[in-house]
């Protein structure tokens, strides 16, 4: 691992809050540091409050905040003498712990201050530099990872044993180091959570953090802890992603996005002893609500797997709970025996996500099982961080629920102005598009995450299977077909291969848009309903759109009913 620190680029920061946003960036950049608003960074400095009185400061990142975007306003200002005051306590539960951080903050608007917030206050450094990093995480999660640390470190590193994040951490170090020289530390360990650095120069607490990850990193491969894999064969039916798509869907009771991870790291960690390494728990506890405590394993009878799945955790939760209220107890992510994987999420990207942690998992448990053994927290130290207060509110937090989220839907001719305005209504409504047009340009203008686009000729079946893999493979399924049609095109191709999907979509519709002298009468072979739309040359495309969302968000009309025609 090396610094991506660049003097040049760093002259151009001035101020202490500067100079944190640089270096937490710099950290954010590197997947197997950070991942999607893990890790978090501080820096001690001071300003004038209104009555000229000078205060210290803790600039903290603020909950909500990734550290490969984050800006000035993502970090929390809060007065040091309140954190200070607050780790001297014997306890403080969570909430209390969140409030009184906010009343500490000298900007009510600024974001809620990072849970570990006392603990960066403890640390006697200017700047301290907080990672999940992969590589220290690997080998804290083995059989024996202390030694391995101690081995590896010496006693340049504070290492300390597991516990919960929160007030309890922060409490635990303070108390254990009350006596202690920070000054002859490099950096501290937390034991199946991450890495800690610290100094009073930004550039030196950021290169501790590169340093001790690079050490770690070299001790992995002179244990020949590395993973070099060949590439995969991989064969999937696509009826029965599409099928384990719906099924998550009943269970989780909403519209599901499924993400297909065919990479060959994925498809041959599927080939491995996962009945074994792959129920052991996650890599850092903080991933457990993005992931769950374990995956699904998917044989030859997804169904019954899956039941399995749900009955074992519930027990789980039955083993571990005070007075929680129980999660939907589906998978947030699959693995297919011998196949590939699958993340499961309320929209694209909450599967990304989970297909991203779960690649740095796979990989780290691969190389920790040749490092003696990958060996996770157990269950009940994972069910503490799922069902945890403070996580909770997190997820709650960015539970907003559009109209169609979770759902996918395929249009045709996505080139034209039609199509672009309902891809667009329907994509802000929530649902994942695949845009198909003969025009390659397509490909250029739905190019998201979301929003996918494919050259497509709809009269030929071999393109409309490689659209239907690609919804598949991308989204788990269709839900909705906009077909736009003009006199030359060949519909009932369109139809018949998507028929067996459209079935097992959620809440299926089919909606034509056609010019006033089509006639499709006979395009209607589906039970799908089927909505139609005949628009005049000139028609506004915000209302043609305004009408396919409606349309697709009522699937109880009776179908052949279900015709507008608009001048
Ligand atoms: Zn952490």
Same mark, same amino acid.
């Given at each position: 691992?090396?610094?991506?620190?660049?003097?040049?680029?760093?002259?151009?920061?001035?101020?202490?809050?500067?100079?944190?946003?640089?270096?937490?960036?710099?950290?954010?950049?590197?997947?197997?540091?950070?991942?999607?608003?893990?890790?978090?960074?501080?820096?001690?400095?001071?300003?004038?409050?209104?009555?000229?009185?000078?205060?210290?400061?803790?600039?903290?990142?603020?909950?909500?905040?990734?550290?490969?975007?984050?800006? *000035?306003?993502?970090?929390?200002?809060?007065?040091?003498?309140?954190?200070?005051?607050? *780790?001297?306590?014997?306890?403080?539960?969570?909430?209390?712990?969140?409030?009184?951080?906010?009343?500490?903050?000298?900007?009510?608007?600024?974001?809620?201050?990072?849970?570990?917030?006392?603990?960066?206050?403890?640390?006697?450094?200017?700047?301290?530099?907080?990672?999940?990093?992969?590589?220290?995480?690997?080998?804290?999660?083995?059989?024996?990872?202390?030694?391995?640390?101690?081995?590896?470190?010496?006693?340049?590193?504070?290492?300390?044993?597991?516990?919960?994040?929160?007030?309890?951490?922060?409490?635990?170090?303070?108390?254990?180091?009350?006596?202690?020289?920070?000054?002859?530390?490099?950096?501290?360990?937390?034991?199946?959570?991450?890495?800690?650095?610290?100094?009073?120069?930004?550039?030196?607490?950021?290169?501790?953090?590169?340093?001790?990850?690079?050490?770690?990193?070299?001790?992995?491969?002179?244990?020949?802890?590395?993973?070099?894999?060949? &590439?995969?064969?991989?064969?999937?039916?696509?009826?029965?992603?599409?099928?384990?798509?719906?099924?998550?869907?009943?269970?989780?009771?909403?519209?599901?996005?499924?993400?297909?991870?065919?990479?060959?790291?994925?498809?041959?960690?599927?080939?491995?002893?996962?009945?074994?390494?792959?129920?052991?728990?996650?890599?850092?506890?903080?991933?457990?609500?993005?992931?769950?405590?374990?995956?699904?394993?998917?044989?030859?009878?997804?169904?019954?797997?899956?039941?399995?799945?749900?009955?074992?955790?519930?027990?789980?939760? &039955?083993?571990?709970?005070?007075?929680?209220?129980?999660?939907?107890?589906?998978?947030?992510?699959?693995?297919?025996?011998?196949?590939?994987?699958?993340?499961?999420?309320?929209?694209?990207?909450?599967?990304?996500?989970?297909?991203?942690?779960?690649?740095?998992?796979?990989?780290?448990?691969?190389?920790?099982?040749?490092?003696?053994?990958?060996?996770?927290?157990?269950?009940?130290?994972?069910?503490?961080?799922?069902?945890?207060?403070?996580?909770?509110?997190?997820?709650?937090?960015?539970?907003?629920?559009?109209?169609?989220?979770?759902?996918?839907?395929?249009?045709?001719?996505?080139?034209?102005?039609?199509?672009?305005?309902?891809?667009?209504?329907?994509?802000?409504?929530?649902?994942?598009?695949?845009?198909?047009?003969?025009?390659?340009?397509?490909?250029?203008?739905?190019?998201?995450?979301?929003?996918?686009?494919?050259?497509?000729?709809?009269?030929?079946?071999?393109?409309?299977?490689?659209?239907?893999?690609?919804?598949?493979?991308?989204?788990?399924?269709?839900?909705?077909?906009?077909?736009?049609?003009?006199?030359?095109?060949?519909?009932?191709?369109?139809?018949?291969?998507?028929?067996?999907?459209?079935?097992?979509?959620?809440?299926?519709?089919?909606?034509?848009?056609?010019?006033?002298?089509?006639?499709?009468?006979?395009?209607?072979?589906?039970?799908?309903?089927?909505?139609?739309?005949?628009?005049?040359?000139?028609?506004?495309?915000?209302?043609?759109?305004?009408?396919?969302?409606?349309? *697709?968000?009522?699937?109880?009309?009776?179908?052949?009913?279900?015709?507008?025609?608009?001048?």
């Amino acid at each position: 691992m090396i610094s991506l620190w660049k003097q040049e680029e760093a002259n151009k920061y001035k101020t202490d809050l500067d100079l944190r946003v640089y270096t937490s960036r710099l950290l954010g950049r590197d997947s197997s540091l950070v991942l999607h608003g893990g890790g978090n960074t501080s820096v001690k400095s001071s300003a004038t409050n209104l009555f000229n009185e000078t205060q210290d400061i803790l600039y903290v990142k603020g909950s909500g905040w990734d550290l490969a975007t984050i800006e *000035a306003e993502g970090f929390a200002p809060v007065k040091m003498d309140m954190l200070l005051k607050m *780790a001297e306590l014997k306890e403080l539960n969570d909430p209390d712990m969140v409030k009184y951080q906010r009343l500490a903050m000298t900007n009510p608007s600024a974001p809620n201050p990072s849970v570990e917030a006392i603990l960066h206050a403890i640390i006697p450094f200017k700047f301290v530099d907080h990672t999940h990093t992969d590589a220290v995480v690997t080998i804290t999660n083995t059989k024996n990872g202390e030694a391995k640390i101690k081995e590896l470190y010496g006693d340049k590193v504070l290492i300390i044993p597991y516990i919960m994040p929160g007030f309890v951490l922060a409490k635990l170090i303070y108390d254990m180091t009350r006596d202690v020289d920070w000054s002859k530390f490099d950096g501290m360990v937390l034991m199946n959570h991450g890495l800690f650095t610290f100094n009073d120069d930004a550039k030196k607490s950021y290169e501790k953090t590169i340093e001790l990850v690079d050490k770690a990193e070299n001790y992995l491969a002179k244990n020949k802890a590395t993973l070099h894999v060949d &590439k995969q064969s991989l064969h999937v039916e696509l009826l029965e992603l599409a099928s384990i798509r719906k099924e998550i869907s009943n269970i989780k009771n909403h519209a599901t996005i499924s993400i297909l991870n065919d990479s060959d790291e994925a498809i041959y960690f599927s080939k491995q002893n996962i009945e074994i390494i792959s129920q052991q728990g996650p890599l850092t506890p903080d991933h457990v609500i993005r992931t769950k405590r374990v995956p699904a394993i998917l044989g030859n009878d997804f169904k019954s797997d899956l039941e399995d799945y749900v009955k074992t955790y519930k027990q789980y939760f &039955k083993e571990n709970k005070k007075d929680e209220t129980l999660l939907n107890p589906a998978p947030n992510f699959a693995i297919l025996k011998n196949g590939a994987t699958l993340s499961f999420g309320k929209n694209t990207k909450e599967a990304k996500i989970i297909k991203d942690i779960n690649e740095h998992t796979f990989e780290a448990i691969l190389k920790a099982e040749k490092l003696g053994g990958y060996k996770a927290l157990s269950p009940a130290e994972i069910f503490e961080v799922e069902y945890w207060s403070l996580e909770q509110a997190k997820l709650k937090k960015s539970t907003s629920n559009p109209e169609f989220a979770g759902k996918i839907a395929i249009l045709t001719q996505a080139t034209s102005e039609k199509a672009l305005a309902i891809a667009k209504m329907l994509n802000s409504k929530g649902a994942a598009i695949i845009a198909l047009d003969v025009n390659p340009k397509v490909q250029s203008i739905f190019n998201k995450a979301d929003m996918i686009g494919l050259k497509c000729d709809t009269t030929s079946q071999e393109d409309i299977k490689n659209a239907i893999a690609l919804a598949v493979k991308s989204f788990g399924g269709i839900d909705i077909l906009v077909n736009i049609s003009s006199n030359e095109d060949n519909n009932n191709l369109v139809f018949q291969e998507l028929d067996a999907f459209l079935k097992l979509g959620i809440d299926s519709n089919i909606i034509n848009i056609i010019t006033p002298n089509l006639d499709i009468s006979d395009l209607n072979s589906s039970d799908i309903p089927i909505h139609t739309i005949v628009s005049g040359l000139n028609t506004d495309t915000n209302i043609i759109a305004e009408l396919v969302c409606t349309m *697709a968000g009522k699937t109880f009309l009776n179908t052949q009913d279900s015709k507008i025609t608009l001048k």
